[in-house]
């Protein structure tokens, strides 16, 4: 009895979306779910189109800024700019000093941030109970990725200069870049392991490896990959800040190149702010200023470029 009331039911509203013209016994009516599916690819080339703008107009920005600094900056390019030291008041001659500054200051950056940064992640992700605890931590590492870069350059100054008496130094430079840095590497680095699937942990653990076992020859090397990107974006934005270097590390002019981590140094774009805001000469300069930030820009892409072959490496040989 009971099963034919319920085919009776189907029957009759069976017929009565038929008979309105609006549904079929299986979904909605051809034209209706034709023009949904219109309006669907409609909004997806509509959101597509606006992504592909997006990043038009940034690779657009970036092929203008490259253009107006090579159209400016081409003819201060020699032999000799790239392996002198500044003359005549740094009115001629060369940035050697410059760019043996930024790479010491980049690696030193990267060497103090990355081990602190990946073992911080590590705690994060793997060890840490989740709570309040861990809550306000993140908080903490958010907020400091968004604190202005003159704030770590007082930091430096305040804590690395005067209180632990490092003075004006590489060391010194390097902590504040360090600091100044981790809060990104410590982002780049939990999202890379917490990308890593937990099958990958089970099957480590389940074989009898122990946590650290698991997290160093299982985890790590699976996130590899994603921590590299943490230090690609590290080494670009230690490279290229001027705030920070101009309280700890970097001096005006010095002809000599450093001999020790507790030595001042030249560093590219504090020399690029000297020549633009109080150089002797600052007009007669205006090529070196531009020659200096070309220089600058193909340093960190050269850098970057390392890193993003060997992150490639790694990426093949896991396939």
């Not at 209180?163 to 004006?168: P, S």
């Not at 050269?302 to 040989?317: E, F, K, S």
Request: with cysteine.
């Amino acid at each position: 009895m009971n099963e034919s009331k319920t085919a009776d039911i189907k029957h009759d509203a069976t017929a009565l979306s038929d008979s309105e013209g609006v549904k079929t016994a299986r979904g909605l009516h051809p034209r209706a779910r034709s023009k949904l599916q219109g309006q669907r690819k409609f909004i997806q080339g509509s959101m597509f189109g606006l992504f592909k703008i997006a990043a038009a107009i940034n690779g657009g920005a970036l092929l203008i800024i490259v253009y107006f600094l090579v159209s400016r900056g081409w003819r201060a390019i020699s032999w000799s700019f790239l392996t002198q030291p500044p003359l005549e008041s740094m009115t001629k001659g060369g940035i050697l000093p410059c760019i043996v500054g930024t790479v010491f200051l980049s690696i030193g950056a990267i060497l103090v941030a990355l081990p602190i940064g990946v073992a911080s992640a590590i705690y994060l992700n793997e060890y840490a109970r989740p709570g309040r605890a861990v809550r306000m931590i993140r908080l903490g590492i958010n907020n400091l990725a968004g604190v202005p870069s003159v704030v770590f350059g007082l930091f430096g100054l305040a804590f690395f200069v005067v209180y632990l008496k490092m003075g004006v130094s590489i060391l010194a430079g390097s902590l504040t870049l360090g600091a100044m840095t981790l809060p990104v590497i410590i982002g780049a680095s939990e999202e890379a392991l917490r990308a890593v699937p937990d099958t990958y942990r089970e099957a480590s653990l389940g074989l009898g490896a122990t946590k650290w076992q698991t997290i160093y020859r299982v985890i790590l090397p699976a996130a590899l990959p994603g921590i590299l990107t943490g230090a690609i974006l590290g080494i670009s934005r230690a490279a290229g800040e001027t705030a920070p270097i101009m309280f700890t590390t970097a001096v005006f002019y010095t002809p000599s190149l450093p001999s020790s981590i507790f030595d001042e140094i030249m560093a590219l774009p504090y020399h690029i702010y000297v020549l633009a805001t109080a150089g002797t000469e600052i007009e007669a300069t205006r090529h070196l200023q531009y020659g200096t930030a070309l220089v600058l820009i193909v340093l960190v892409l050269g850098m970057n470029l390392v890193a993003i072959i060997y992150r490639a490496r790694l990426q093949r040989q896991r396939q």
